[in-house]
């Protein structure tokens, strides 16, 4: 089995802009916690930094994450701020590859890679 266990920098393009920062994550049997923290760049608005729990599983060379709650390291956000979900695929060249959505059904390509 994979161990996706560790510290993993991170890279999303999505329907609206970017996202970069990393993933943490804990794995204990086929089990994922950890956060994923970025500096989100919606076009046209100033970028913030939000910190997403996530919980998930890995099966074979797949990985499901779901973020459980939300927090802003650099202060409040106005508005809702939507939990996402992540798929992907372990590569051969061990990074994990796939797309994220949230519940408004914003799309986004990820990229995960070891420090």
Do not use: C, H
């Not at 609206?16 to 760049?41: K, M, R, S």
């Amino acid at each position: 089995m994979i161990n996706v266990s560790g510290k993993w920098l991170y890279s999303e393009e999505f329907d609206y802009g970017t996202d970069t920062g990393y993933a943490e994550f804990t794995q204990t049997g086929n089990q994922i916690t950890g956060v994923i923290e970025y500096t989100e760049n919606i076009d046209g608005e100033k970028p913030f930094r939000v910190r997403q729990e996530v919980r998930g599983e890995v099966n074979g060379s797949e990985i499901e994450v779901e973020g459980i709650s939300v927090s802003f390291p650099d202060g409040d956000v106005d508005g809702e701020y939507n939990l996402d979900s992540w798929n992907g695929v372990v590569t051969a060249e061990g990074k994990i590859v796939g797309y994220s959505v949230d519940s408004e059904d914003i799309n986004g390509v990820f990229v995960l890679w070891r420090e």
